[in-house]
């Protein structure tokens, strides 16, 4: 069976972040271990940069009665961007940032399941008498499903 659409706008996000390489115009060489879903117990800050992406809020804001039942609803998704640099963090941090900003936002349609993505912000972080920090950085996805079938829009 094919994963629902909400499965599917998230898996989006990993795929895009997991482009993240110098190879492809990128700052940061980001591997397929780096992109991870938020669902991992802990952080290893042994083994950075690292990217957790957490699914937030869902909303139904619209529902359309034009006798297909479809709703529009908007995901809230939460990007931790994990980075350490015992020179200059903020800069890392601001860097790799943008970096995933940069990926997330190259295709805002998230392969055509969405209406569009909006980013939102982000929040620093830093852990005290460490090197290491990094953003959260906040988007909300734009999609339609069917009321009652999210498989399908």
Not at 27 to 38: A, E, H, I, P
Not at 70 to 90: F, G, H, K
Request: with cysteine.
């Amino acid at each position: 069976m094919t994963d629902s659409i909400r499965e599917q706008i998230i898996q989006n996000f990993q795929t895009s972040l997991r482009n993240v390489r110098k190879i492809n115009g990128y700052q940061f060489d980001l591997d397929y271990s780096s992109v991870k879903r938020g669902d991992t117990l802990s952080v290893d800050t042994d083994v950075l940069p690292a990217i957790y992406i957490f699914e937030g809020d869902e909303r139904i804001i619209d529902r359309e009665h034009a006798g297909r039942d479809s709703l529009i609803l908007e995901l809230d998704v939460n990007i931790e961007i994990w980075c350490s640099d015992a020179d200059n963090l903020s800069r890392t941090a601001n860097n790799l940032e943008a970096d995933i900003v940069k990926a997330v936002m190259a295709d805002y349609t998230r392969g055509g399941l969405a209406m569009y993505t909006e980013r939102l912000g982000t929040t620093p972080f830093f852990i005290e008498g460490s090197a290491v920090g990094g953003r959260i950085a906040s988007f909300f996805v734009r999609y339609e499903a069917l009321e009652h079938d999210p498989y399908n829009s």
